[in-house]
């Protein structure tokens, strides 16, 4: 299945990183790709290491497992960098996001030798500056699209608007925050 695009997600439970890949999952299957978005499950608290999934493709998915050779890497919490392997099984020819205030110089050596691209965006500055509030997942949200490139930004844009009426129905005044972040994160990831 060669068009099928893998993403895992590595953040911390409560960062949103299990919301953000089904969210992913939703708008790509809302644009007619075929879909999966699924966490991980084990004892997770909130602070505890977490990891997701996101498989998306112009065709069917018959496989039904973890990934573990996927072609882009979301790393929500910088921290984890020095306790996962983030890297393992990354196709070189794909790439991580990670968030972070630094440059991506700073973080290669904690990258295991990794030799694909490496996008870093600071979730943190985005989320504040837009929701009043720390939120890292949707602005990694819009990162990954804007990488992976498994959506254009005006369809994603509208597919996440339509999203977040419905989720957010009786919070009407969250939409534009969020809608905010995603913009700012799609001209900031670097």
Known sequence: MNNMVEIRW?????QGAKTAALLLA?????????????????????????TAFN??????????????????????????LDTVDVTAGLKKEGAIVINTDK???????KLNGYEGEVYVIDAREISVAALGKYF????????IVKVSGV??????????????A????SKPEVID????????AFDKVR
């Not at 084990?42 to 602070?47: T, Y």
């Not at 440059?103 to 050596?109: G, I, Q, S, T």
């Open 151 to 164: 959506m254009d930004r005006e369809t994603f844009m509208s597919e996440m608007r339509g999203s977040y």
């Open 103 to 109: 440059d991506k110089e700073e973080l290669l050596p």
């Open 26 to 50: 939703d708008v790509a299957f809302q644009t007619g790709k075929y879909v999966q978005g699924f966490p991980e499950y084990g004892p997770e608290r909130m602070g505890a290491p977490i």
């Open 136 to 143: 890292p997942n949707t602005p990694m949200l819009a990162a």
């Open 55 to 80: 498989r998306i493709s112009d065709n069917d998915i018959r496989v039904h497992s973890n990934i573990y050779e996927p072609d882009y890497v979301v790393v929500v919490d910088e921290s984890l």
């Open 166 to 169: 419905h989720k957010f129905a």
């Open 10 to 14: 590595h953040g911390r439970g409560g």
């Open 177 to 184: 925050g969020n809608m905010k972040a995603l913009e700012m």
